[in-house]
C-alpha cells in the first residue's frame, strides 16, 4: 500500500540556517512519483518537485535541493539559507501508477524565525 | 492558463444542511480529483474522475457525499446532512495525462473550500 512518513512534525530554526525536511515512502509499484508541495498561511498549496521512480539524480533549485535514495526510500528536501518566506508546511507526496492517486504524508510545519 | 478555481472559497452552514461546492479544473486536463484536509493534517483523497467517468472513491467518502463531473470540464461536490466532523478545507486539483499507461502531470491544487459546519 501506499504510504508516506514525514516524520518531523515541526522545525524551528533561525534565518540563514540550512534545515532538511525528511521524506520516507513505502511503495509496491516500481514506477511512482514523488512530489514536495508548500502550503504558506495563506492555504494554497504550490507544487515545488516531481521527480520519478527511474530518476535518482538529485536536483537543485536556487536555495533547493532534493536527495532521492530508493535504497532507504527516502526523499529529503535542503532548504539553503532558509528566509522567513520559507515558513510554511511542506507535504511530501507519492503517486503510483498503478492507483492514479497522489497520498501526502502528515506534512512538517517549517518556521524561519528573523 | 487560470490555474484550478473553487466556489466558494468559505461556506459556514447549520448542521443538517446540504452543500454544494464547485470546481473549475485546468481547461485541458482530463483529471480530476477531490481531496479534504483537516488542520494539522495532510490532503486526504476522496475521489477522482477521468473526463466524467468517476473512478474511484475513497472509504471517507459517506454515502452522504457525492461528486459529479458531468461533462468532463468542472465538477461539483456535495454533501447532505453535514455534520460538524464534515467541518475541513475541500481541496479540488487537476491534472493531465499523457500516454497509454495513464502517466500524470503533477496535480495543480485550487485555493480550497473552507466548509464550517456550526
Known amino acids: 500500500a501506499q504510504k508516506v512518513t514525514q516524520a518531523q512534525t515541526e522545525i524551528s530554526v533561525v534565518e540563514k540556517e540550512d534545515v532538511t525536511l525528511d521524506c520516507v515512502y513505502e511503495?509496491?509499484?516500481?514506477?511512482?512519483?514523488l512530489f514536495w508541495y508548500k502550503q504558506p498561511p495563506s492555504g494554497e498549496l504550490v507544487f515545488l518537485i516531481r521527480r520519478n521512480s527511474f530518476d535518482e539524480q538529485n536536483e537543485i533549485s536556487g536555495r533547493y535541493s532534493w536527495n532521492f535514495q530508493k535504497s532507504t526510500s527516502s526523499f529529503n528536501f535542503t532548504i539553503t539559507a532558509s528566509q522567513v518566506v520559507d515558513s510554511a508546511v511542506y507535504f511530501c507526496a507519492h503517486y503510483e501508477d498503478s492507483s492514479y492517486k497522489l497520498i501526502f504524508g502528515s506534512g512538517t510545519r517549517l518556521l524561519v524565525r528573523p | 492558463d487560470t490555474g484550478v478555481s473553487q466556489d466558494p472559497r468559505h461556506k459556514i452552514t447549520k448542521r443538517g444542511q446540504n452543500v454544494t461546492f464547485r470546481c473549475d479544473p485546468i481547461?485541458?486536463?482530463?483529471?480530476l480529483y477531490w481531496y479534504r484536509q483537516t488542520l494539522g493534517q495532510g490532503p486526504e483523497f476522496l475521489t477522482y474522475?477521468?473526463?466524467?467517468?468517476?473512478?474511484?472513491k475513497s472509504r471517507l467518502l459517506s454515502d452522504r457525499f457525492s461528486a459529479e463531473r458531468p461533462k468532463g470540464s468542472f465538477s461539483t461536490l456535495e454533501i447532505q446532512r453535514t455534520e460538524q466532523g464534515d467541518s475541513a478545507m475541500y481541496l479540488c486539483?487537476?491534472?493531465?495525462?499523457?500516454?497509454?499507461?495513464?502517466?500524470?502531470?503533477?496535480?495543480?491544487f485550487g485555493n480550497g473550500t473552507r466548509l464550517t459546519v456550526t
Open positions: 481547461s485541458e486536463h482530463n483529471r
Open positions: 474522475f477521468q473526463n466524467e467517468a468517476q473512478l474511484e
Open positions: 511503495t509496491r509499484d516500481t514506477t511512482y512519483y
Open positions: 486539483a487537476s491534472s493531465e495525462t499523457f500516454g497509454t499507461d495513464g502517466r500524470s502531470s503533477p496535480l495543480h
